[in-house]
């Protein structure tokens, strides 16, 4: 059992709605047949593997910067969000408590069985894979490129959409046409990266680069496809500061990089269970992710009020 401290929440453990699915970060409760409510929690995962320790604030953070993002992109793209107040859903005052700016609700629809990934720099995956042979999900790059550098265009290189424990794996675009089809896939790709370079210019602006971003989208009883789950969070992206990037070096990082950084220095199989969390490691993970609330919605997290 997590014994988390009470500013965070670990498993938001509702009872007034069944309990649909516990994702890695996220708690999904079913509503009716027609929406969901899904919780976020400050429970973390690196390498697909759920740390025992929270982050506190994460889930209130990550909640303030994906709203915040899907009201900017509805031009591009519908949102999985659902306007039914969070009252009208949670009526018990103490359960509505726990989860009230950590928690939407949303539309029911299809989830699609792929990630969508925009890269405009090379690092993570991308890097060890165009290290082993000067591609990543199949697109060749130019020779002679560093860790972090800038693309010479963003490209789109998508990954399967893992089950709690298991790894994710790059896969080619050619792979994603054959599992939804070729013109879902086309349009899958085309929104991502369109996405991609307007909210790259926009963290540009606040002294971000989003080195690279995951999108999940789904389909409405109509086959439209819905932007789901979350939007360009410290935890589906790579934020760098701005001033500190320089190719050559895996770049400080306003996200869960830096947590990942410190699992590398250890003797860890990246394999369930993880390992437990240093409280400076903590602390310093939950002042990154409220600075990059802060720096992009230009309003502080619900830990610095």
């Known amino acids: 059992m997590n014994?988390?401290?009470?500013?965070?929440?670990?498993d938001s453990a509702l009872t007034s709605l069944p309990l649909l699915h516990r994702g890695k970060v996220r708690d999904v409760y079913t509503v009716d047949d027609h929406r969901l409510l899904i919780v976020t929690t400050d429970r973390l995962?690196?390498?697909?593997?759920?740390?025992?320790?929270?982050?506190p604030g994460?889930?209130?953070?990550?909640?303030?910067?994906?709203?915040?993002?899907?009201?900017?992109?509805r031009k591009y793209v519908p949102n999985?969000?659902?306007?039914?107040?969070?009252?009208?859903?949670?009526?018990?005052?103490?359960?509505?408590?726990?989860?009230?700016?950590?928690?939407?609700?949303?539309?029911?629809?299809?989830?699609?069985?792929?990630?969508?990934?925009?890269?405009?720099?090379?690092i993570g995956s991308g890097w060890k894979d165009y290290q082993a042979g000067g591609a990543v999900c199949g697109i060749p790059l130019p020779a002679g490129l560093r860790q972090a550098d800038r693309l010479p265009e963003p490209i789109f290189t998508p990954s399967t959409k893992a089950a709690v424990g298991d790894h994710d794996e790059n896969v080619s675009f050619d792979e994603v046409a054959s599992r939804i089809g070729p013109a879902p896939a086309a349009r899958i790709r085309d929104l991502t990266l369109e996405i991609y370079?307007?909210?790259?210019?926009?963290?540009?602006?606040?002294?971000i680069i989003i080195a690279d971003t995951k999108l999940?989208?789904?389909?409405?009883?109509?086959?439209?496809?819905?932007?789901?789950?979350?939007?360009?969070t410290p935890d589906s992206s790579r934020f760098w500061p701005a001033d500190q990037w320089q190719p050559g070096t895996s770049p400080p990082s306003f996200d869960k990089q830096f947590v990942r950084d410190y699992l590398e220095t250890l003797d860890w199989d990246k394999r369930a269970p993880g390992p437990r969390l240093p409280d400076e490691i903590i602390r310093r993970t939950a002042e990154k992710y409220a600075e990059?609330?802060?720096?992009l919605t230009g309003e502080a997290s619900a830990a610095d009020r």
């Open 58 to 73: 994460k889930g209130a953070v990550l909640t303030a910067v994906s709203n915040f993002w899907m009201a900017r992109l």
């Open 197 to 207: 370079r307007d909210a790259a210019a926009y963290a540009a602006g606040r002294g």
């Open 80 to 122: 999985h969000l659902d306007p039914t107040p969070l009252e009208d859903v949670v009526r018990d005052p103490e359960e509505r408590a726990r989860i009230t700016g950590r928690a939407v609700v949303a539309r029911r629809l299809q989830a699609l069985p792929v990630e969508a990934i925009a890269r405009g720099y090379l």
């Open 45 to 55: 995962s690196a390498f697909d593997v759920v740390l025992p320790d929270p982050i």
């Open 292 to 295: 990059a609330q802060r720096r």
């Open 3 to 10: 014994t988390s401290p009470p500013d965070t929440l670990y």
């Open 216 to 232: 999940e989208f789904g389909l409405d009883p109509a086959g439209e496809l819905v932007l789901i789950d979350e939007a360009l």
